[in-house]
């Protein structure tokens, strides 16, 4: 029977019993969504980089690497793993793509995942393993003939499968491109045996007599010629990797980390952007949502409470109603749960999956939502919360006789406010005084009304202060720093001479990108040729500066990781040389890139434009993209808007989540102040069937009930202001590691939060004023206080 | 002169399908300034005219003419008007606003009425000028009752609604509260209509209107209504 009354007391208090399940789910939806989508990436990035046999290292050594070298690392202690690695971008013949031509000796480093086909077989000298994505865009199947061209030669093979490879994850060209476009660009995997086919054809092309005995001499070299790197699985870290490679091959060689791959470094960059991102804003809403919720479940066991005395009174057992009680709690937070989780995965599963907004980032096999148990125990834990506010409610109303316990409730007495008695107050209507007793005499559905609109602004201004702030920061740096329309990438054909002529041509600027190591981290040194004024440089706060003629700007990231300042020095080692450079910092700057920027005629008085590392790789220049006609000495070509919208695209996800806060954030404002609302409507229903008694139109009264919940919301989104810059400071702290970005929060993120806090206060006020018309006077008044 | 006529009116109240007539073809007036009494056991819908007099409610059927004004007819807030300026209610459960002060309380109707007389100088008629700035919790039943009248008063009505305003006190109270009406109902000159189930108001009143079944029984003039301190409670 009790359960009945569970039912029917249910639909009694729907709005109250909905809203308090829509918080659950909301709450816990947006917390999961968040924290899998960030637990995912880590977790099936991690296995594919597992599966794959992922590189920690790799060994680049632009004259080769020949296979006595590989034999001298893989006796070195704490190798796993070890195989040549060879990975150019080589045209597709019969289209314009390109295909990352990957050759690797290793069965098990630097390999791939089979989704379709054939294992893959080293001794295959016809084969190919063809990224999936790329086959299917292209309409590739397995059997199909595949004609690539590298330099002079020529690889065709069969496509004996279809893979995907972890090396690359994100599926890029080159620096030049930020999204992957799987139409026109994706991997193969050739083998050994058909690279050594290829060079023997093209020795044999050159020298058709060649003997047999020298021509596997001949290709053995042209090998090792042609493998200038080496890819190893080792758990040393990079500096004793480092020793024992220069000691064992005598010589030094350039050595990355996995962290200096792009792909490895992206996916770690997503993945701790989504664990800052999850860290606070979605614990803050999660927080609200319980706090609004153990307030309701409390207020709606007093409302209950002369139907506890009348059970108590009938002989039920304290333990029997306290059951029954908690039995709404936890009712309400299972099913609140069961739909956070679902809402949580559906989020997830939104940018997590093939088909999803990462989807067009990450390319990798396994698309698992992870959820893992630390979420599992916060939903648990909840449930129990909410279950235990549940049974105190109860019990403190058990404490009592029966006979206690069948008196209706009545709320706390009112005490005068330290304001009465002044001038003020004496000059206020008495509908104003009405509502400020009110509030004080209702603490906690005030506090949790105040709380409501005061974490929904903080995440208001937060979210929309993330967005104004990333648009600030790409404005600053596209309509700020890049004055050119379009930026050529030069190709390695293209030696410095070409490329200043060609910038000269162009009336445009130049830089060259050196690769050189500080410390033990690469870093960027670039040199730059501005004589047109097409590309600028922004200070700390985003002020258009120049580069020094002395010395050199630093990026704000590297400053603060090499805890460096305007007059110290900064050594630069480039890869490929033994010289190194001291550097004089003149200023920090604001970068896209971890670099040290200078200009030619600085890098010419360190003799740096004389080093075999400097080599120009950019133009800057006015002319339009389609002007410009294409070479082998060009790379690509890319407008400033390619750019701006290749960066927007890499940003989708990004926006995806400050949009999902903003939406949320205005559904949880709705439900926690219709709901608290609508509690102080029936908490207040006697007093307003008063006023009505006495002659107060239904208007005069529903403006009182609006009133209170403004001047609540007036009070939280003045105070969420200043809470959700600071939010946004916190975070934008957090993401320090991955942009150089200058909070921004003006009032094109402060208005429509406002407007959005307000006006979802002013929505809910009008609903339940709505409500008095309603008002039974005769129903109302009956009965004792 | 007639202040209240209630002409062939019928107050049905339909719960499923079930159909009660809480008043049934009622046809009545009141004298303006007497004092009212009406009895009847409970459901026999003493509350029901009460309510219908007050604007409170809206007749099925029938006509109800109060000071020349047909209120049956009037709209949520011609009727909210009409509650603010012509009738006064007191409840049995006193119904104060608890987060307003006595004075408050009163004051409050300055903002409806539009001929409402001063709080300080009712509060002050009725022995409660000290109690002007307390919380209503912090008075007796009796005084939050004489708080109530004062209300009710304060708005100038023509006519005093009290249902059963001495249900929630004891006799003695009860005798201070009902003197306090007659009083400030001789002294302004309004009517007053209670409603009660307790015989003993009745020996006070200038009518007496029986009410039983919906229906009205009998209304007898007393010429000789006694005083409180006279009736044996």
Same mark, same amino acid.
């Given at each position: 029977?009790?359960?009945?009354?569970?039912?029917?007391?249910?639909?009694?208090?729907?709005?109250?019993?909905?809203?308090?399940?829509?918080?659950?789910?909301?709450?816990?939806?947006?917390?999961?969504?968040?924290?899998?989508?960030?637990?995912?990436?880590?977790?099936?990035?991690?296995?594919?980089?597992?599966?794959?046999?992922?590189?920690?290292?790799?060994?680049?050594?632009?004259?080769?690497?020949?296979?006595?070298?590989?034999?001298?690392?893989?006796?070195?202690?704490?190798?796993?793993?070890?195989?040549?690695?060879?990975?150019?971008?080589?045209?597709? +013949?019969?289209?314009?793509?390109?295909?990352?031509?990957?050759?690797?000796?290793?069965?098990?480093?630097?390999?791939?995942?089979?989704?379709?086909?054939?294992?893959?077989?080293?001794?295959?000298?016809?084969?190919?393993?063809?990224?999936?994505?790329?086959?299917?865009?292209?309409?590739?199947?397995?059997?199909?003939?595949?004609?690539?061209?590298?330099?002079?030669?020529?690889?065709?093979?069969?496509?004996?499968?279809?893979?995907?490879?972890?090396?690359?994850?994100?599926?890029?060209?080159?620096? /030049?491109?930020?999204?992957?476009?799987?139409?026109?660009?994706?991997?193969?995997?050739?083998?050994?045996?058909?690279?050594? +086919?290829?060079?023997?054809?093209?020795?044999?092309?050159?020298?058709?007599?060649?003997?047999?005995?020298?021509?596997?001499?001949?290709? &053995?070299?042209?090998?090792?010629?042609?493998?200038?790197?080496?890819?190893?699985?080792?758990?040393?870290?990079?500096?004793?990797?480092?020793?024992?490679?220069? &000691?064992?091959?005598?010589?030094?060689?350039?050595?990355?980390?996995?962290?200096?791959?792009?792909?490895?470094?992206?996916?770690?960059?997503?993945?701790?952007?989504? &664990?800052?991102?999850?860290?606070?804003?979605?614990?803050?809403?999660?927080?609200?949502?319980?706090?609004?919720?153990?307030?309701?479940?409390?207020?709606?066991?007093?409302?209950?409470?002369?139907?506890?005395?009348?059970?108590?009174?009938?002989?039920?057992?304290?333990?029997?109603?306290?059951?029954?009680?908690?039995?709404?709690?936890?009712?309400?937070?299972?099913?609140?749960?069961?739909?956070?989780?679902?809402?949580?995965?559906?989020?997830?599963?939104?940018?997590?999956?093939?088909?999803?907004?990462?989807?067009?980032?990450?390319?990798?096999?396994?698309?698992?939502?992870?959820?893992?148990?630390?979420?599992?125990?916060?939903?648990?834990?909840?449930?129990?919360?909410?279950?235990?506010?549940?049974?105190?409610?109860?019990?403190?109303?058990?404490?009592?006789?029966?006979?206690?316990?069948?008196?209706?409730?009545?709320?706390?007495?009112?005490?005068?406010?330290?304001?009465?008695?002044?001038?003020?107050?004496?000059?206020?209507?008495?509908?104003?005084?009405?509502?400020?007793?009110?509030?004080?005499?209702? +603490?906690?559905? /005030?506090?949790?009304?105040?709380?409501?609109?005061?974490?929904?602004?903080?995440?208001?201004?937060?979210?929309?202060?993330?967005?104004?702030?990333?648009?600030?920061?790409?404005?600053?740096?596209?309509?700020?720093?890049?004055?050119?329309?379009?930026?050529?990438?030069?190709?390695?054909?293209?030696?410095?001479?070409?490329?200043?002529?060609?910038?000269?041509?162009?009336?445009?600027?130049?830089?060259?990108?050196?690769?050189? +190591?500080?410390?033990?981290?690469?870093?960027?040194?670039?040199?730059?040729?501005?004589?047109?004024?097409?590309?600028?440089?922004?200070?700390?706060? /985003?002020n258009i500066i120049s580069l020094p003629k002395e010395g050199a700007l630093i990026c704000k990231r590297l400053a603060r990781d090499f805890d460096v300042k305007a007059g110290d020095t900064v050594t630069i080692e480039p890869y490929g040389t033994d010289e190194s450079y001291d550097i004089l910092i003149s200023g920090i700057n604001g970068s896209l890139t971890e670099s040290i920027s200078m200009t030619e005629e600085y890098a010419k008085s360190l003799g740096l434009t004389d080093s075999e590392a400097y080599r120009i790789n950019s133009v800057y220049t006015m002319t339009g993209k389609d002007q410009i006609n294409t070479s082998s000495k060009i790379k690509s070509v890319q407008s400033k808007q390619d750019i701006i919208d290749s960066f927007d695209s890499f940003m989708k996800i990004f926006y995806f989540f400050i949009i999902v806060l903003i939406v949320a954030s205005v559904l949880l404002c709705l439900i926690v102040l219709y709901n608290l609302g609508i509690m102080s409507y029936m908490e207040r229903y006697r007093e307003m069937a008063t006023l009505k008694v006495l002659g107060f139109r239904n208007k005069a009264i529903g403006r009182l009930l609006i009133s209170q919940n403004l001047w609540i919301a007036m009070a939280g989104t003045l105070l969420g202001i200043p809470a959700g810059i600071w939010a946004l400071n916190v975070l934008m702290d957090m993401l320090a590691g991955e942009y150089e970005m200058e909070t921004m929060v003006g009032p094109v993120s402060i208005l429509p939060a406002t407007a959005l806090n307000l006006g979802v206060a002013v929505i809910v006020g009008w609903m339940i004023s709505r409500k008095n018309r309603r008002i039974n006077m005769v129903e109302a008044l009956k009965g004792t206080e | 002169m007639k202040i209240v006529k209630f002409k062939d009116v019928t107050r049905t109240y339909v719960t499923g399908d079930h159909t009660q007539n809480a008043l049934a073809h009622v046809d009545l007036e009141i004298e303006g300034g007497k004092f009212v009494v009406i009895l009847g056991p409970s459901g026999a819908g003493k509350s029901t005219f009460l309510n219908l007099l007050g604007g409170l409610d809206n007749p099925t059927s029938g006509t109800i003419i109060v000071d020349d004004t047909d209120i049956s007819t009037l709209s949520s807030d011609e009727l909210a008007d009409y509650r603010a300026a012509k009738v006064g209610f007191v409840f049995q459960s006193y119904n104060l606003i608890p987060t307003l002060t006595v004075l408050e309380n009163i004051s409050l109707v300055e903002e409806i009425a539009p001929d409402h007389m001063s709080a300080q100088e009712l509060l002050t008629e009725v022995g409660l000028a000290d109690h002007a700035h307390q919380f209503p919790h912090e008075l007796s039943g009796g005084e939050q009752q004489r708080v109530s009248i004062c209300r009710a008063l304060a708005k100038n009505p023509k006519i005093l609604l009290c249902d059963e305003p001495t249900g929630a006190l004891d006799s003695e109270t009860g005798v201070v509260v009902l003197k306090l009406l007659l009083k400030m109902a001789r002294d302004y000159g309004k009517t007053i209509i209670i409603v009660t189930h307790n015989q003993n108001i009745a020996k006070m009143a200038d009518v007496v209107i029986h009410i039983r079944s919906g229906k009205v029984t009998s209304v007898n003039e007393q010429l000789h209504p006694l005083s409180a301190e006279e009736v044996e409670w």
């Open positions: 029977m009790l359960r009945r009354k569970l039912w029917r007391t249910a639909k009694v208090y729907k709005v109250q019993f909905i809203s308090m399940i829509l918080l659950i789910a909301l709450g816990i939806g947006v917390f999961v969504g968040f924290n899998a989508e960030w637990v995912t990436i880590g977790k099936d990035t991690e296995s594919f980089f597992r599966d794959s046999g992922f590189a920690d290292y790799r060994i680049i050594d632009e004259d080769g690497i020949s296979t006595a070298d590989v034999d001298k690392i893989r006796n070195l202690e704490g190798i796993g793993g070890i195989g040549r690695f060879l990975s150019v971008n080589a045209d597709v +013949k019969g289209s314009n793509d390109q295909l990352a031509l990957t050759v690797t000796e290793s069965d098990h480093t630097s390999i791939f995942v089979l989704t379709e086909g054939k294992e893959y077989d080293r001794r295959d000298a016809e084969g190919f393993w063809l990224m999936d994505k790329y086959a299917e865009m292209n309409g590739i199947s397995i059997g199909d003939e595949l004609t690539v061209t590298f330099e002079d030669m020529e690889f065709t093979g069969t496509v004996r499968g279809l893979i995907e490879s972890a090396e690359y994850l994100i599926c890029v060209r080159d620096e /030049s491109q930020v999204m992957p476009d799987f139409n026109s660009y994706g991997y193969v995997y050739g083998t050994p045996a058909m690279l050594r +086919k290829v060079i023997e054809q093209k020795i044999r092309e050159e020298e058709p007599d060649i003997d047999d005995d020298i021509m596997s001499v001949a290709v &053995k070299q042209a090998c090792d010629e042609t493998f200038c790197q080496v890819n190893i699985i080792s758990s040393m870290d990079k500096q004793e990797v480092q020793t024992a490679v220069d &000691k064992a091959l005598g010589r030094s060689l350039l050595i990355l980390t996995k962290d200096e791959n792009v792909s490895y470094a992206e996916s770690r960059g997503e993945m701790n952007e989504g &664990k800052t991102m999850g860290a606070i804003l979605p614990v803050l809403f999660l927080a609200i949502a319980i706090l609004t919720m153990i307030t309701t479940m409390n207020r709606i066991t007093i409302s209950e409470k002369t139907q506890i005395g009348t059970l108590k009174a009938l002989g039920f057992r304290d333990k029997r109603i306290i059951r029954h009680y908690t039995s709404y709690a936890a009712v309400i937070s299972v099913i609140g749960s069961v739909l956070g989780i679902a809402m949580g995965y559906f989020l997830c599963r939104m940018v997590m999956s093939q088909d999803g907004m990462m989807g067009t980032y990450f390319v990798m096999p396994d698309w698992t939502i992870h959820m893992p148990v630390w979420i599992w125990a916060i939903v648990l834990a909840i449930v129990i919360l909410t279950i235990f506010i549940g049974y105190l409610s109860v019990r403190e109303l058990l404490r009592g006789t029966a006979a206690e316990t069948l008196r209706p409730y009545t709320p706390r007495h009112i005490h005068r406010l330290l304001i009465e008695g002044t001038a003020l107050w004496r000059r206020m209507r008495f509908g104003t005084k009405w509502n400020l007793r009110d509030i004080f005499r209702h +603490k906690s559905r /005030s506090a949790m009304s105040f709380i409501g609109t005061f974490g929904c602004m903080l995440m208001l201004v937060a979210s929309f202060g993330i967005n104004q702030t990333m648009n600030n920061f790409l404005d600053t740096f596209y309509d700020g720093t890049a004055v050119y329309a379009s930026k050529v990438f030069l190709s390695a054909e293209a030696e410095n001479e070409d490329a200043v002529s060609f910038a000269e041509e162009l009336s445009g600027d130049y830089s060259a990108s050196v690769s050189a +190591k500080v410390g033990d981290k690469t870093v960027s040194a670039d040199v730059y040729n501005i004589s047109h004024g097409l590309y600028r440089f922004i200070d700390e706060d /985003s | -």
